[in-house]
């Protein structure tokens, strides 16, 4: 295929020497002589492991060039790649006049083009970029998306240092796109990438680069935060890592990754404190651990205000505990919640089986008699009647039991846990999606 790139810095670069490793033919575009010379001589514009070699190799073949002329580059492609710089501005927005003049090039270079052309942009952008890009390119190009041409995001995940083994060893190639033929083409591009490719709507592609960014900044952080505290306690802060990213099943994982409520129970607030105050102790600070639980807590109000904005009066909670197959109450954030309510006036109502079962049996029957009777009071025997008498019906917790029930067109669903099979009611609203 014929591939124009545009921008010929780190990943531009790397694009260019791996596509035409992978047998395309791939022009480099750029405004800066010195970029486009040292293609042109088969040297990269960049040092990076095994590119020189690569550009080098593919230059002899005749596979790569550059050029400042983008209107025949693009013109001769059918994909051109957006890789230019998208600095920050010093108010954390994106400066995204590079972007934007692209799109502008290409729509000019299309403007007389009678096949399709996909643009696709690389670049690290934030979500709403590629609609406009697509605006963008109709002013100039005076064709229609999707009939003359397609906008496809597609973020890179290429680190300095390693970026040729990334290039073709990704976690995953992310494809965000509202038309299914570009989608296919720039997935067959991919295709000798290992690596699953995943096809998603355009915005997740937009903010994913993001998501994954600070996740990294976090992990680094929360370490070196967890190294801290070890040293004052004379503890191998590295031996504890090496333990801790050993469990895949919770701690490496997409375990705890679901949008929602709070955490809660009798092990999460209790040694999250302790950790905290093992900080506090050693005259440590440690910003990211103080903040999780102000992190919880603004996550509880979200929800409490989500119920109150209905204007509603009475409020069934279909379970109570702190997360389903379990009666345990202890920091549960449904009862705090419920507290708040019926402080606020309002009328509570709770279905939980796993909890009426506890007071009956005695599992948990002292607990809630001792520390929690007016949860016990609001009990009501089955789901159907609490369905019956709730004007909104909140779910924090995900149940078989729950998946399969009937909520009338009438009454307002609130969802926690995001269940899929109650997302065609007329009046679903779920926490945070």
């Not at 299309?110 to 952008?125: G, L």
Request: with cysteine; aromatic share 6%.
């Amino acid at each position: 295929m014929n591939i124009s790139i545009f921008g010929l810095g780190y990943v531009g670069c790397v694009s260019l020497g791996c596509l035409a490793q992978n047998g395309h033919n791939v022009i480099g575009i750029d405004i800066m002589d010195v970029k486009i010379d040292l293609i042109n001589q088969g040297k990269p514009t960049i040092i990076e492991k095994d590119i020189d070699s690569i550009i080098a190799e593919q230059n002899e073949k005749g596979k790569i060039s550059a050029t400042k002329n983008y209107k025949g580059a693009v013109e001769n492609s059918d994909v051109s790649i957006i890789c230019v710089g998208t600095p920050s501005t010093d108010s954390g927005h994106l400066k995204l006049d590079y972007i934007y003049n692209t799109a502008k090039q290409i729509g000019e270079s299309i403007k007389n083009k009678e096949s399709f052309h996909i643009a696709v942009i690389r670049s690290t952008v934030l979500p709403g970029t590629n609609k406009k890009v697509g605006e963008i390119i109709e002013e100039y190009s005076l064709k229609k998306r999707n009939v003359g041409f397609s906008v496809v995001s597609n973020p890179e995940f290429l680190r300095e240092g390693t970026a040729v083994a990334d290039y073709y060893n990704p976690p995953v190639t992310v494809l965000g796109g509202d038309n299914d033929h570009a989608l296919s083409v720039i997935a067959e591009i991919y295709s000798k990438v290992n690596g699953p490719i995943e096809k998603v709507d355009i915005k997740v592609a937009e903010v994913i680069k993001y998501v994954n960014n600070s996740f990294h900044a976090l992990k680094i952080t929360f370490a070196n935060e967890v190294g801290n505290i070890c040293q004052k306690l004379n503890i191998d802060s590295h031996e504890v890592m090496r333990v801790f990213g050993m469990d895949k099943q919770l701690n490496i994982s997409t375990y705890y990754f679901r949008p929602g409520f709070a955490y809660g129970g009798s092990c999460l607030p209790k040694d999250l404190k302790a950790l905290q105050t093992l900080a506090h102790d050693h005259y440590l600070v440690s910003p990211v651990i103080q903040s999780i639980e102000k992190s919880n807590n603004v996550q509880k109000n979200m929800a409490l205000n989500k119920i109150i904005e209905t204007g509603k009066q009475k409020i069934g909670f279909l379970s109570v505990s702190f997360k389903a197959g379990t009666d345990d109450l202890r920091y549960s954030p449904s009862v705090e919640l419920i507290e708040r309510l019926l402080g606020k006036g309002k009328i509570v109502s709770v279905y939980d089986k796993n909890v009426s079962l506890s007071k009956l049996i005695g599992a948990n029957k002292s607990f809630i008699e001792e520390k929690l009777p007016h949860i016990s009071n609001l009990l009501v025997d089955t789901m159907n009647e609490l369905i019956e008498q709730s004007e909104v019906i909140v779910i924090p917790n995900s149940t078989e039991e729950i998946k399969n029930i009937q909520i009338p067109s009438n009454k307002i669903i609130i969802d926690f846990s995001r269940i899929k099979e109650l997302e065609h009611h007329n009046n679903y609203n779920g926490l945070n999606w």
